[in-house]
């Protein structure tokens, strides 16, 4: 049997820091893509073939991004920005890519819960809808 992958998105406006690790919480894979839920989506198909938790924390995009990945088929759930904040807070170093490397680790071992109640409603912003263009980086 394979490994499982956890995979931690850290995502800003243009590029998502995205970080893949086995179940022991090892780095196998750390860089960036475009934000868009099909680039991330491409990513983490590829770089995580073994997926079986996608975490995303909560913010201005997190609803698109969480539905998107969903209806694509991928296994994601959004981290509340406070549950995540306080976990993230212990670690040495806050950049994206650390972040992420954070979320994709704390889900591996389960110590950050998902958000409470997760609004099913569309993004209010008419903007985020479509998304920053496709550019197809990967790393």
Not at 52 to 68: F, K
Not at 82 to 105: C, F, I, P, S, Y
Request: proline share 5%; net charge positive.
């Amino acid at each position: 049997m394979e490994q499982e992958h956890f995979v931690g998105l850290d995502v800003s406006q243009a590029e998502t820091s995205v970080c893949v690790v086995d179940g022991a919480g090892k780095v196998v894979w750390l860089g960036k893509c475009t934000s868009t839920p099909e680039a991330m989506a491409a990513t983490v198909r590829r770089r995580a073939p073994h997926i079986a938790r996608i975490a995303l924390e909560t913010g201005p995009m997190s609803a698109w991004h969480y539905r998107s990945l969903a209806a694509l088929g991928l296994p994601v759930v959004c981290i509340d920005a406070r549950h995540a904040k306080a976990a993230l807070a212990m670690r040495l170093n806050k950049t994206d890519a650390n972040d992420a490397v954070g979320l994709a680790q704390d889900r591996a071992h389960g110590l950050v819960s998902r958000g409470g109640r997760q609004k099913r409603t569309q993004p209010s912003d008419p903007r985020v809808a479509g998304g920053p263009s496709e550019t197809g980086r990967d790393a």
